[in-house]
């Protein structure tokens, strides 16, 4: 959502930072000036303008400068992630825009009029409309509009509005600020530990997880004490999802004057939109009950996942683990109520959209192979709603996840032989185990079966096997250039 609130030179500078940032040993000149089609003096003022931005934001920690093979290279002197250095620079990107400062006002203050926050921001009317013009049509995806005649700013379809707004409000903020809200809200709005308490959570939450939650019900929490917002759900809608809930209210408002049948309702659909928007929200054993819940009820979108998984799995002969299973069904049930009752079309806003993601899954060979049954296999699946291109992409890219997750895939076969030590080859073997499980690798003692070659004599007898040079076993080194080998074949295996 972010390149919305970035102007295109500074999202090419930002381009240009990551390729430098990615490299292993950092880019000459002439890559960067042909891969971002800049002129010398474009690109030279580029640099120097990257350059001053890393060190206002990072003092010394992080640099840009020429390696001694005259190559530009970020050098990082601090314990900072990758991920953090990029945000931090994105964000300040996007706060020197105009759309970011006009948006983030409408997130702190009611407006009743174009001019008033004209004056606040300093702004001329002209560009106020502007930028509102370009708000309104973010919104549009989310059945949602900019309404100043009211005294909430947001207006429309309230679960979208809801949406855009966690969207944004992430995208503005997320590993800067742990609490992006006023002071002034409500401790009851974001407590952490009755969220963790309310959703049964009973593994530890990562920051980011913490932070996701505490922005969700800070957000639904805020609309429907102080806007009287509520979003009224279809009885259809609430029956599919209440499997999801744990029973008891995830919004802590009873002291808020909120009816408690609101109360109820809204974490209902909390508790499942919760699971959709934040990664892995629910440990297995969760997962496992909820699952279950949906096994034993006598809904139809229930049996109708059920049979489509069986179908599934004869139509493509393999078979589910039971931890598989559950992890199918989870994903396909969430994903399919999702569709039937909500179903936005805001790819193009996610971090990682599916319509950019796609040719990672369509240059697979095995993708390729069995996408015609996929594609036959959605015409089993009762959508008895409409789907787009897009969005059929997308439960294809799942079915085929699911795919992936059960499908046997036969292990690399190496063939070892040490001739130092009879003990030699045993120990090579122990230690590639204790890196690579048995679904991963095997060994034989055929050296016509092996896929891969470890030996300190030269063994290969066909120029398509992979052979490694492994001279002396009690070389770190040398381990590490083998685990590297075997991880690199495997990579090429998985994505070819």
């Known amino acids: 959502m972010l390149e919305y609130y970035i102007n295109p030179k500074e999202q090419q500078k930002l381009d240009i930072f990551k390729r430098i940032l990615y490299s292993d040993q950092g880019r000459v000149a002439k890559d960067l000036m042909d891969t971002f089609d800049l002129k010398n003096e474009t690109y030279r003022r580029y640099i120097k ?21 005259k190559k ?27 759309l970011y400062i006009t948006m983030f006002a409408l997130l702190k203050k ?15 009317e002209p560009t106020i409309y502007k930028t509102l013009s370009q708000i309104k049509s973010l919104l549009l995806r989310f059945e949602g509009e900019i309404n100043l005649k009211t005294n909430f700013n947001f207006d429309g379809n309230e679960l979208g509005v809801r949406y855009f707004l966690y969207l944004t409000y992430w995208n503005f903020f997320n590993v800067v600020d742990d609490n992006p809200f006023s002071k002034q809200l409500p401790l009851e709005f974001t407590d952490i530990d009755y969220l963790i308490d309310s959703f049964k959570i009973k593994k530890a939450l990562s920051n980011t997880q913490r932070t996701r939650l505490t922005m ?73 009950k909820i699952v279950k819940r949906y096994l034993t009820s006598n809904l139809s979108v229930a049996t109708d996942i059920e049979r489509f998984l069986e179908l599934f799995k004869t139509y493509l002969s393999f078979d589910y683990g039971y931890r598989n299973y559950i992890e199918s069904y989870y994903l396909l049930i969430f994903t399919y109520i999702y569709e039937k009752h909500i179903g936005f079309k805001v790819d193009q806003f996610l971090n990682v959209s599916l319509d950019r993601s796609l040719d990672s899954f369509q240059s697979k060979k095995e993708y390729k192979k069995i996408l015609p049954k996929l594609e036959e296999l959605l015409l089993h699946l009762p959508l008895n709603f ?111």
């Open 216 to 288: 969700m019900t800070g957000i639904v929490s805020y609309r429907l004490v102080y806007y009287k917002k509520t979003y009224e759900m279809s009885d259809n809608f609430k029956r599919d999802i209440l499997l999801f809930y744990g029973g008891k209210p995830c919004l802590n408002l009873s002291k808020f004057n909120v009816c408690p049948q609101i109360i109820e309702d809204e974490s209902i659909l909390l508790s499942f939109l919760a699971r959709g928007l934040i990664s892995d929200l629910d440990s297995f054993e969760e997962k496992e």
């Open 49 to 69: 303008e990257l350059q001053d931005d890393l060190k206002f934001l990072f003092k010394k920690k992080v640099v840009l400068k020429e390696n001694s093979k």
């Open 386 to 496: 409409p789907i787009n291109s897009l969005e059929k992409d997308k439960f294809i890219s799942l079915l085929y996840i699911i795919y992936e997750m059960n499908r046997q895939t036969k292990p690399v076969s190496i063939y070892i032989m040490h001739t130092s030590g009879i003990l030699n080859t045993a120990y090579v073997k122990s230690i590639l185990l204790q890196f690579f499980n048995k679904n991963l690798i095997s060994f034989c003692d055929d050296i016509e079966e092996a896929d891969i070659i470890v030996s300190d004599a030269h063994e290969s007898s066909s120029t398509s096997k992979k052979s490694f040079y492994f001279e002396n076993v009690f070389n770190q080194d040398t381990w590490t250039n083998l685990i590297s080998f075997i991880s690199s074949y495997l990579y090429k295996k998985t994505f070819e």
């Open 72 to 98: 530009l290279q970020i050098f990082i002197q601090a314990d900072i992630t990758i991920n953090y250095i990029i945000t931090v620079l994105r964000l300040d990107y996007v706060k020197k825009s105009s």
């Open 110 to 124: 009611r407006y009743y009029s174009i001019s008033e926050i004209a004056y606040d921001l300093n702004f001329s």
